[in-house]
């Protein structure tokens, strides 16, 4: 009997699902809304080399790369059954699985490049 | 079998659905706007790495983006986006006693711990993380 691949993917979307859950808000409320207003330092002078350094640090990165690897692959399930459920797709099912896995390994493939390509 | 004689076949009644079914009830469509938060995940995960990226660059790029991050329109969209990732982490907690059975020995640790735990941890998370960013 093939194995299912279903146990996996089911893995990494609420491995995705409780890594966002726990840290995506506050994520977007200190870097996108609290720094760029002023309301904590972060630009100027020594807070922004503190900053650069953090997200330098190979620990940052690796802890990056999973989180954003496990984002996508979150996204990827929820769509998928999103476009099922919503729009009532499930006939496409070949089609929608290989589109929204494959944006989700891209989107990881990508992430590793900025991550390790570019600092 | 009698050759002249044909199974009975009903004709299948399938119920034609209206595409949009989920926004004829409230329950439905806060449903579904709970399964299109992981858009906004992705969306978040994106703007992270764009950050990253800006912040390799160097102070200017960095300035750059935060001079567009504090743009209003910008924030009152990233405020949009705060509001349904907290959505998305209110719901996604609130299953995890469903989702998860605790058990110490043979007993099961009740439903309301695997609830505070979750929201415990969710507190220390954004916590270590605020302090990492702000504080340090």
Redesign the interface.
């Known amino acids: 009997m093939r194995r299912s691949r279903e146990p996996i993917i089911w893995a990494l979307f ?1 491995g ?3 890594a ?14 609290a ?4 309301w ?4 100027q002078g020594a807070p ?1 080399a ?3 350094a ?3 640090h190979p620990l940052t990165r690796l802890g ?1 790369f999973v ?2 690897s496990l ?2 692959f ?2 990827a ?3 998928r ?2 476009l099922y ?4 797709l499930s006939h496409l099912n070949e089609l929608v699985a290989v589109m929204t896995y494959g944006i989700a390994i891209a ?1 990881t493939v ?2 590793a490049v ?2 390790w390509g ?2 | 079998m009698n050759p002249k004689y044909r199974l009975y076949y009903p004709r299948w009644y399938r119920k034609r659905i209206p595409i949009f079914w989920w926004l004829q009830k409230r329950s439905h469509a806060a449903f579904m706007g709970r399964e299109l938060t992981a858009v906004f995940v992705a969306y978040a995960a994106i703007m992270l790495m764009v950050l990253v990226l800006a912040m390799d660059r160097g102070q200017a790029a960095f300035a750059e983006m935060m001079d567009w991050l504090g743009t209003p329109a910008v924030v009152v969209a990233h405020v949009l986006v705060l509001c349904i990732l907290l959505f998305h982490t209110i719901t996604w907690l609130n299953l995890a006693p469903m989702a998860i059975v605790v058990k110490l020995g043979d007993r099961k640790v009740p439903a309301a711990a695997v609830l505070i735990g979750h929201y415990a941890a969710w507190v220390a998370c954004t916590g270590v993380v605020a302090w990492l960013l702000i504080w340090r």
């Open positions: 609420g995705g699902g409780m966002s859950a726990l840290f995506m808000p506050v994520l977007i409320l200190v870097l996108f809304i720094m760029p207003l002023g904590v330092q972060g630009v922004f503190e900053l650069q953090l997200v330098r990056l989180f954003i984002c996508w979150h996204w399930h929820r769509f059954y999103t459920d919503g729009l009532q989107g990508v992430g900025l991550l570019v600092g």
